[in-house]
């Protein structure tokens, strides 16, 4: 079975959960965290070398303040929770902003925890302009883009997964996800189950990938 290297994850869904089960919005964000260490243990169960979790955009934050706090302290909780596991762990976004929150600053630059052996990637206050801001069409020293952009140290993503029926990246990475297979589930991501993960690694094996070539 061909395995993908690096899996972008778009845990997309929580307050739409949240409202079907008859609770505020901003409380299912609280209810995502638990689903994304099961995945995580699953990805390197499976030899998966890179995971990307998209946590909170810098447009999100426009959201009602119960909503902005709920998501950020679960970013914050899930980052917590994943450093406890054998991994190197970076979170990218806008860390000079007010709304990135102070807890992670520490792993603005890659920590290795335990073993390491998988690179667990956590996407928080980012931005796709934020991101390329570092691109200047008429310097010639940017001759890799790749290198120029803030997102450096993220590998090219093999295949993104996203939950909740949305079939948009809503700038997730977009140089890495150039060339990415796009699969996408209708179930909301707090009720995640290994079913969805190993139905998207089977409906990668059978997709043709050329690259562009």
Same mark, same amino acid.
């Given at each position: 079975?061909?395995?993908?290297?690096?899996?972008?994850? =778009?845990?997309?869904? *929580?307050?739409?959960?949240?409202?079907? /089960?008859?609770?505020? $919005? +901003?409380?299912?964000?609280?209810?995502? #965290?638990?689903?994304?260490?099961?995945?995580?243990?699953?990805?390197?169960?499976?030899?998966?070398?890179?995971?990307?979790?998209?946590?909170?955009?810098?447009?999100?934050?426009?959201?009602?303040?119960?909503?902005? =706090?709920?998501?950020? *302290?679960?970013?914050?909780?899930?980052? /917590?929770?994943?450093? $406890? +596991?054998?991994?190197?762990?970076?979170? #990218?976004?806008?860390?000079?902003?007010?709304?990135?929150?102070?807890?992670?600053?520490?792993?603005?630059?890659?920590?290795?925890?335990?073993?390491?052996?998988?690179?667990?990637?956590?996407?928080?206050?980012?931005?796709?302009?934020?991101?390329?801001?570092?691109?200047?069409?008429?310097?010639?020293?940017? $001759?890799?883009?790749?290198?120029?952009?803030?997102?450096?140290?993220?590998?090219?993503?093999?295949?993104?997964?996203?939950?909740?029926?949305?079939?948009?990246?809503?700038?997730?990475?977009?140089?890495?996800?150039?060339?990415?297979?796009?699969?996408?589930?209708?179930?909301?991501?707090?009720?995640?189950?290994?079913?969805?993960?190993?139905?998207?690694? $089977?409906?990668?094996?059978?997709?043709?990938?050329?690259?562009?070539?």
């Amino acid at each position: 079975m061909r395995t993908p290297k690096h899996i972008g994850i =778009i845990p997309d869904g *929580n307050r739409r959960w949240a409202e079907t /089960n008859k609770m505020v $919005k +901003e409380k299912g964000y609280e209810y995502g #965290i638990d689903p994304g260490l099961a995945l995580f243990r699953l990805c390197k169960e499976s030899g998966i070398k890179e995971l990307t979790y998209y946590g909170f955009t810098k447009d999100n934050t426009k959201r009602p303040t119960e909503q902005r =706090i709920a998501f950020t *302290n679960a970013c914050i909780n899930a980052v /917590n929770v994943l450093s $406890k +596991e054998e991994a190197e762990l970076l979170v #990218i976004g806008d860390s000079e902003s007010a709304m990135f929150p102070e807890e992670l600053q520490k792993y603005t630059t890659r920590q290795i925890f335990g073993n390491g052996g998988i690179k667990v990637n956590f996407l928080v206050n980012y931005g796709w302009e934020w991101d390329l801001n570092n691109i200047k069409s008429d310097d010639s020293s940017h $001759k890799n883009i790749t290198n120029s952009i803030k997102s450096f140290d993220v590998a090219r993503i093999d295949l993104i997964i996203r939950w909740g029926g949305r079939r948009r990246l809503s700038g997730f990475l977009p140089v890495q996800s150039i060339y990415s297979d796009f699969y996408v589930l209708d179930d909301y991501w707090p009720d995640f189950n290994p079913g969805h993960f190993y139905n998207a690694l $089977k409906w990668y094996n059978d997709q043709d990938v050329t690259l562009g070539g």
